[in-house]
């Protein structure tokens, strides 16, 4: 087994306020509604939204290695724009990695705009770290679902206000 970690920055021009909101606080509504040839639903399984709530995300066929994983809420700041969670069921568990965690991160960038960092940790089920095109797909997947968040915020100026 062996542990690694895979980190991404993206600066955008959207408040970290309504990414927050949108990406964090309604994502269960907001990915599936913008991503629907991946995303077939998230679904609140267990809590309220805060610290150890439990979600499912369902995945499409465009998916090919898992068709859902459910995931954890392990932190959640509001005040700070910190949101952690950990991959519990599904997904590449016992696949590839023993463990996964994502922390995502947003603070005040530029003339109003902000500063994302997406943070991953995980340990591999395996004596072999990924190959670096499997993280750079993992953090190009995770960018490409930023950018829809942040598309669909640029196109509708009063949402998440």
């Keep these: 087994m062996v542990a690694g970690t895979v980190g991404h920055e993206i600066l955008s021009p959207i408040s970290p306020s309504r990414l927050w909101k949108a990406m964090v606080k309604d994502s269960h509504n907001l990915m599936p509604k913008l991503m629907p040839e991946i995303i077939s639903s998230i679904v609140v399984l267990e809590g309220d939204g805060g610290v150890g709530t439990i979600r499912q995300s369902n995945f499409t066929d465009a998916i090919k290695d898992f068709s859902y994983w459910k995931d954890r809420i392990d932190e959640i700041d509001d005040n700070n724009r910190l949101f952690k969670y950990s991959v519990i069921e599904g997904g590449l568990l016992g696949k ?66």
């Design 96 to 161: 590839k990695v023993k463990s996964t965690t994502f922390t995502l991160e947003f603070k005040d960038g530029i003339n109003g705009g902000s500063i994302c960092k997406f943070h991953g940790e995980f340990e591999t089920v395996e004596g072999n770290l990924p190959k670096e095109e499997e993280t750079e797909e993992m953090m190009g997947n995770m960018e490409g679902m930023f950018k829809a968040v942040e598309g669909y915020l640029l196109e509708n100026p009063n949402a998440y206000v």
